[in-house]
């Protein structure tokens, strides 16, 4: 994608189509644009953008740092998104605890094609990490109930 904005754009019109008209993504991704002598271009350097990209699809590996994290974790994919099933099993492999979540109708901006889908995942996740800490924390103390705190 980032190859193809190596252009301009004429007007805000035209950054939208490119990216689906009129969504909540298309209208976000448009926000980066600026206008510049020759019409809209991205506000991001792109040599950095392909940089970070390049940086993701050949020499990073994350395994280590990904089996480091203690907390409970929570990934959400639009049922369309551009992840490899595999890459999201390897993920699982390191950390099992992993909580894998589709969105249906959504694409990789799961959070920009269905808000409501990624809220109503996120709001569960976080609900049930709270409930989990609730049972942990009360303890009963003869018949008066405290919390650790």
């Known amino acids: 994608m980032v190859g193809l904005m190596a252009g301009s754009f004429p007007d805000l019109k035209a950054v939208n189509e490119f990216f689906g008209a009129d969504t909540l993504a298309a209208r976000t991704w448009a926000q980066v644009f600026v206008q510049a002598r020759d019409g809209y271009r991205p506000e991001f350097c792109r040599e950095d953008m392909i940089a970070s990209v390049r940086d993701y699809e050949t020499a990073s590996n994350y395994d280590d740092a990904w089996a480091r994290v203690a907390c409970p974790a929570l990934l959400v ?9 595999g890459e999201v099993r390897r993920m699982q492999c390191i950390k099992p605890s992993l909580v894998v979540e589709i969105v249906a109708n959504a ?42 705190r």
Do not use: M
């Not at 994919?77 to 099933?85: C, D, H, R, T």
């Open 77 to 85: 994919l639009g049922e369309n998104s551009w992840i490899e099933k």
């Open 107 to 148: 694409g990789h901006d799961a959070h920009l094609d269905s808000p409501t889908g990624w809220r109503t995942v996120a709001e569960s996740f976080l609900r049930q990490l709270l409930e989990q800490t609730e049972r942990l924390s009360t303890r009963t103390r003869g018949d008066e109930p405290y919390r650790v």
